[in-house]
């Protein structure tokens, strides 16, 4: 069985071709990130490491006997320029072509600092994991950095630079969109995570455009537009790869059938996420493991989601049964890492499933740190789940109980004094 010696990135994308599949097929067959394919094709003589080198080798092994056909077909009829001619004419003149390419300013004008885009990749992660920050300082930081790449893609024409400059402005932008939302600017909010997809689709990121439509998704939920949230979900999934992506896309989609009072289908969807955590689990997701932070959905989320889901259905213990679930790992990371957002989100949820379930203790016990905050801690997120507790506090039984009603006075308390930080 033939084989290759050496794989460049031209034989890489030789064999993309034959198998007939696109960047992002290609590389999550391969198991590797798309920019790695683009990659490729803007520097078809490169040559893999070893480990893409192996992939490669045992790609080829396990593909069908029509692709290796091909891909063996369009290898015989590349003839390396210059060997048509033995009196030495051709090969002169390819040198002097490659002498001027070496020496293109035109390419040397258009090539940037690696260390720069690496710098820039960094902070986004840095900023996403930066859960104990202050929204408006994360906005403010996702912004200088959206710029700073926005700059350089004004330098460069590279596809791979270009690309993974792309990605850097998409993420920065999702972390914009989601700040903005919690800061209370909901029309800014949506703006943003629009952006942010058609961005993720031009960097042919698969992971990210599916992250940004579950943004949208989110953001549809809080309109309480659960219709349009689903069909971002649909539009989600046919470009969502398999394991935490699809974990993700279906948990916000069970608030979704959970808004519209469609109780078997949270319980599907909620099943069904169930398949792709095993999925997960053998498949690593590139944008939570090299970015993380908002970008990671993990245990804690998927919890808090499907809590969030049975409070809307207003079954209040399994509200509580998720919600607790949601604490318990937020609250094993490490103090620098905990999303104090998320964890007193989380705390009202608990909150309002022990008003379904008729303990007004335990929901006032709940809410106590969550009550104490400082304004800068505030966002729209705690606000809009705090509405829903002083709401439920003026249903029946409570609307006749004093400590229900001093409760009630503290939360409006609350909401009064918070109000969203301008975009400047």
């Not at 683009?38 to 520097?43: F, L, Q």
Request: one cysteine or more; a negative charge.
């Amino acid at each position: 069985m033939a084989t290759v010696d050496r794989w460049t990135g031209k034989l890489a994308c030789s064999l993309q071709v034959a198998s007939r599949m696109t960047n992002e097929g290609f590389a999550g067959w391969l198991g590797i990130a798309t920019r790695t394919v683009a990659y490729w094709h803007s520097r078809p003589d490169t040559v893999p490491g070893s480990a893409n080198q192996e992939l490669l080798e045992a790609a080829l092994g396990r593909v069908s006997d029509s692709v290796r056909s091909r891909f063996f077909e369009t290898l015989s009829r590349v003839q390396p320029e210059g060997i048509a001619g033995s009196d030495g004419v051709v090969l002169d003149g390819v040198s002097a072509t490659a002498d001027s390419v070496a020496n293109d300013s035109l390419l040397m004008s258009l090539a940037l600092p690696h260390d720069s885009i690496v710098s820039l990749q960094e902070n986004v992660a840095l900023l996403a994991r930066s859960g104990g920050m202050a929204a408006f300082d994360v906005f403010s930081g996702a912004r200088r950095l959206r710029d700073e790449a926005r700059a350089l893609v004004e330098r460069t024409r590279r596809p791979v630079e270009l690309a993974d400059l792309y990605v850097i402005i998409g993420q920065s932008t999702s972390l914009m969109a989601s700040t903005a939302f919690d800061l209370g600017h909901w029309n800014e909010s949506a703006a943003l995570a629009r952006a942010s997809t058609q961005y993720a689709d031009l960097a042919g990121h698969a992971s990210l455009k599916a992250w940004t439509y579950g943004l949208q998704m989110t953001l549809a939920n809080w309109r309480n537009d659960p219709d349009s949230a689903l069909s971002y979900f649909a539009r989600a999934m046919r470009a969502a790869p398999a394991g935490e992506p699809r974990l993700r896309l279906r948990y916000i989609a069970s608030r979704s059938h959970a808004l519209l009072a469609d109780s078997d289908s949270v319980a599907a969807v909620l099943e069904a996420a169930q398949r792709d955590r095993e999925s997960a689990a053998d498949r690593p997701d590139e944008l939570a493991t090299s970015t993380g932070g908002e970008f990671a959905f993990g245990d804690g989320r998927a919890a808090a989601c499907a809590a969030a889901a049975w409070l809307d259905l207003r079954n209040g213990e399994q509200a509580a049964r998720y919600a607790r679930e949601a604490l318990q790992v937020y609250e094993a990371l490490p103090s620098p890492r905990r999303p104090y957002s998320q964890i007193n989100g989380t705390q009202i949820d608990v909150a309002a499933a022990h008003l379904h379930m008729r303990d007004k203790d335990g929901a006032a016990e709940a809410l106590s740190t969550v009550l104490d905050l400082p304004s800068q801690k505030r966002n729209v997120s705690l606000t809009g789940r705090l509405s829903r507790i002083e709401r439920l506090l003026s249903e029946s039984p409570w609307d006749r109980d004093a400590d229900a009603r001093q409760l009630a006075e503290r939360i409006a308390a609350w909401l009064s004094e918070t109000s969203a930080r301008p975009l400047t």
